[in-house]
């Protein structure tokens, strides 16, 4: 075997005549004004002191954070340039670039390297980019790998590349073959200080099949905003045919930024789509418009806005305004998207200003609503318009012998285009003393409701001016009993929490008062230890009645975190009803419907949430909801419920997402209703996980308002940490599937499961 040689180089230290060999690789001394050492070896060196060395067979170099190896290699010191030939590979700053020839200035950083395979490794937070422009998927920190070939790399700086045809992809291919996907550009700049690629002349290639081009691109290497084209998306509907859409992001400031997203449809025509977003310290907002020229279904011009701001105005004021608007009532059904939007029946607009003042607030209120009727459905009714509404609160608990003391005060002003209206103005004090000791809690409560109208388009004979006084006095109690248990193999506390809640509220004839913003509760663990049984402030409900429940909980010792809830609970009347809404029937027995739930753990990696009520009287279940979700993993969840009230409600909801077999996964959701015997909304989709890629194809059917439904087909091709191509599903798959979880995530990701 060949003698290898190493040395150290440092001004008037080469030895001479010749070096002297060794086993191993010793380092050279420090340059003037270098912080680390240069190491060579190699099995023939020579130099020249102060200038240069030169090194041959198996040459190693090793400075700061780079390894150089190649057959060839010379070194000069005063320019510290290094030039190497023959089987050349470098690895810097986690990257590693081969090839058969490269110069480079190692401080600077600045050179070339010819015909190279490179793999460049950055850590960096938020996933890659998107094509055209970097938008933001998720904000965890994540190794990636840019990998690929050229004719040849420049280097321009420390983090900054650029290369000459040359192929990218995040890819590792395996041996012999290509990539499954890789962008082929005549020009490729790659610059890690800015985060930022740029792109001359490229073509996506997916499976060895070009599936996109573009003459110019460039794509964030983080989840920075840059202003240019991002990812377009293709898909069909009923309602709108086959669609395209293709949206332009515009970086217009740190803190402010607009997309502009033409969504083309076979069926109806370019759908305009905005939204422009800013924040500021002591503000912020967010416009979303839509723009329709001409509907080829419906021959007419169709537009929709929606307008938020929020503003802190210093000193304990603050503002918001919001307005939304619809050319037409049947606008989200026709161009909508989800369920939420297409069930969309009054659009608000308001406007706040609002004060706060440590002990007490005061809130100031105009708010309307556009009602949108389509001409398919029964009439909507409009709601009042609240012009203006006047509210304040307060509250203090340091007042002597322990009381606490609330307030809430309003005057509203209701407005209707064909019904009664009028002025509605309320004052209710109250005063508390909580008593509680480590066991037992006991909290009398007294306050004066008092309310006084002043109404217009009364009937004939019907007083314009009325008034009430209810005086509200009520009283609970709890008990806290503990114990310690052992449950599924783990240590636990259970707890037994009884409760007793005592309400009075005398009788008042409140028959000829309007019913502007009131309607019944519902009737729940919450609305029973509730003063009043109706929501809006037109009816305070008479009462003489005691309500009782039984709760109880297993906690974790240690942190206290809450692993099951069992709850019990029913209310006793001591009088019959005699205050109720129109066409309200009043009740006449003394007790309530019995609740019960259950949530929480109940075996490993399963959870349950029941809710029940149970009408003893006629021994039936007058409610009932019933939920249930498995999921061992990120991945892997099962979720299946069922929701029921009489004469109101029926559904089914079955979801999940679950791995079948080579990398492919399914995922959907059944939500029908029993009482309509219709399907509400169908999800069903597969989603391949290619390792580094993910191909996603899901159906939705979704049931619109007007008896009919919308179909939407989604196709999505996503790259890992470059882009995503196609129609995005995960919006509809994260709302349809509770604990969906994106399966190319890493699992350490905080984000990687919806909640």
């Not at 470098?90 to 490179?118: A, V, W």
């Not at 008990?479 to 707890?495: A, C, H, I, K, M």
């Amino acid at each position: 075997m060949a003698p290898l040689y190493s040395a150290y180089v440092a001004a008037g230290e080469l030895p001479q005549p010749a070096l002297r060999p060794t086993s191993g690789i010793a380092p050279f001394l420090k340059r003037p004004g270098e912080d680390l050492p240069t190491f060579i070896a190699a099995e023939r060196i020579s130099g020249k002191n102060d200038v240069e060395v030169a090194a041959e067979g198996a040459v190693e170099m090793r400075k700061r954070n780079s390894i150089l190896l190649a057959e060839r290699m010379t070194y000069r010191q005063a320019a510290d340039e290094v030039e190497a030939e023959g089987d050349v590979r470098l690895s810097r700053d986690g990257d590693r670039i081969s090839g058969p020839r490269m110069q480079m200035k190692l401080d600077d950083s600045t050179g070339f390297f010819e015909h190279p395979t490179y793999s460049i490794r950055r850590i960096k937070t938020g996933s890659a980019a998107t094509l055209w422009t970097g938008t933001e998927e998720r904000a965890s920190s994540e190794l990636t790998t840019g990998s690929g070939t050229a004719s040849r790399i420049e280097f321009e700086g420390q983090g900054r590349y650029r290369m000459q045809d040359a192929t990218y992809s995040t890819c590792a291919p395996a041996a012999g073959t290509s990539p499954d996907w890789f962008a082929r550009t005549a020009d490729l700049r790659l610059d890690y200080d800015a985060e930022q690629g740029t792109a001359r002349d490229a073509t996506l290639y997916f499976l060895g099949a070009p599936i996109l081009y573009s003459p110019w691109l460039t794509f964030s290497l983080n989840n920075e905003r840059k202003s240019g084209l991002l990812t377009p998306t293709a898909g069909s509907t009923s309602q709108g045919g086959v669609e395209f859409t293709q949206p332009f992001y515009w970086n217009i400031a740190p803190n402010m930024d607009a997309t502009i997203a033409p969504r083309i449809m076979s069926k109806r025509g370019t759908l305009w789509k905005t939204e422009y977003r800013y924040l500021q310290e002591s503000f912020a907002g967010n416009f979303q418009g839509q723009y329709l020229p001409d509907d080829k279904l419906v021959h007419k011009r169709r537009h929709a806005y929606a307008f938020n701001h929020a503003h802190s105005l210093g000193g304990g004021f603050a503002a918001s305004l919001s307005l939304n608007n619809a050319s037409d009532g049947t606008y989200f059904s026709d161009l909508g998207s989800g369920s939420s939007t297409i069930a969309q029946t009054n659009l608000l607009r308001q406007g706040t200003l609002s004060y706060s003042g440590g002990w007490w607030s005061a809130n100031l209120l105009a708010q309307s609503y556009q009602t949108l009727q389509d001409p398919a459905l029964p009439p909507v009714v409009e709601p009042y318009r609240r012009l203006p509404q006047v509210t304040v609160d307060a509250g203090r608990g340091d007042l002597p012998l322990g009381l606490n003391f609330n307030f809430r005060g309003e005057h509203v002003n209701f407005r209707h285009p064909t019904q009664v209206q009028g002025r509605r103005f309320t004052l209710y004090p109250q005063l508390s003393l909580p008593l509680q000791t480590e066991v037992l809690s006991l909290t009398p409560k007294i306050g004066l409701h008092t309310t006084s109208y002043s109404l217009n388009r009364q009937a004939v004979g019907a007083p314009e001016r009325l008034s009430r006084e209810v005086p509200i006095f009520s009283l609970d109690s709890s008990v806290t009993f503990e114990r310690d248990l052992s449950w599924l193999g783990n240590p636990l506390t259970q707890t037994l929490e009884p409760r007793i809640y005592y309400l009075y509220v005398p009788e008042r004839d409140q028959r000829q008062f309007p019913v502007f913003d009131t309607a019944a509760t519902d009737f729940n663990f919450a609305q029973i230890f509730g003063e009043n049984r109706y929501g809006g402030g037109d009816r305070i409900g008479d009462a003489n009645q005691a309500t009782a429940m039984l709760t109880s909980r297993l906690l974790d010792p240690q942190t206290g975190a809450e692993a099951l809830r069992v709850a019990f609970g029913q209310r006793f009347y001591f009088s019959t009803q005699k205050v109720g809404l129109p066409g309200e029937v009043l009740r006449s027995d003394r007790q309530t419907d019995f609740l019960a739930s259950l949530s929480g753990r109940v075996l490993p990696k399963t959870y349950a949430d029941v809710g029940i009520q149970y009408n003893p009287r006629l021994d039936r279940i007058d409610r009932l909801n019933v939920g249930g979700r498995y999921q061992p993993e990120i991945g892997k969840v099962l979720n299946a419920g069922y929701r029921y009230s009489r004469d109101q409600l029926g559904q089914i909801d079955i979801s999940g997402q679950w791995p079948l077999f080579g990398g492919w996964h399914a995922v959907g959701r059944f939500n029908y209703s029993t009482k309509d015997g219709r399907m509400i909304e169908s999800v069903a989709g597969l989603e391949f996980d290619g390792g580094c890629w993910v191909a996603r194809v899901v159906l939705q059917r979704l049931a619109t308002q007007t008896q009919n439904s919308n179909t939407a087909l989604f196709f999505q091709l996503e790259l890992n940490g470059f882009t995503k191509v196609g129609s995005n599903p995960l919006d509809i798959l994260r709302r349809s599937v509770p604990g969906y979880g994106i399966i190319n995530q890493p699992a350490s990701d905080p984000l990687s499961v919806t909640p």
